[in-house]
């Protein structure tokens, strides 16, 4: 099965910005709902950020006066626009493919990226 591919992740300071990407083949998960997951040290893994093959995107109340996103069908992709950054972010982003419906069961992981953002 083709990977889930990430980029954009890196370091930034608080109140600057960051694009992740999310790629995934057409093929393969032109009709799944791609999403983003986050993972800071000592904490619980939580979702970030989803779009529906159809374009329906859902975004974590926690993020989402800072955070958009945006699912380009064509390219199949999955892009997390993070605006006004703060140390709180800091952790692994991973992308996912859910098996079903957006926040259900996960079909496949990225790799993950590191995302670190210093004071």
């Known amino acids: 099965q083709e990977p889930l591919v990430e980029s954009g992740g890196g370091s930034v300071q608080a109140g600057g910005s960051l694009r992740l990407s999310c790629a995934g083949s057409?093929?393969?998960?032109?009709?799944?709902?791609i999403g983003w997951f986050r993972q800071a040290p000592g904490k619980e893994r939580e979702g970030v950020a989803s779009g529906t093959s159809g374009g329906r995107i859902t975004v974590a109340d926690s993020v989402k006066d800072r955070f958009t996103a945006s699912r380009d069908g064509g390219k199949n992709t999955l892009t997390l626009q993070m605006n006004n950054m703060r140390s709180e972010d800091t952790g692994t982003y991973s992308c996912?493919?859910?098996?079903?419906?957006?926040?259900?069961?996960?079909?496949?992981w990225g790799q993950g990226t590191q995302v670190t953002v210093s004071s």
């Open positions: 996912v493919a859910f098996t079903s419906t957006c926040g259900g069961n996960v079909r496949d």
């Open positions: 057409v093929f393969t998960y032109s009709h799944n709902c």
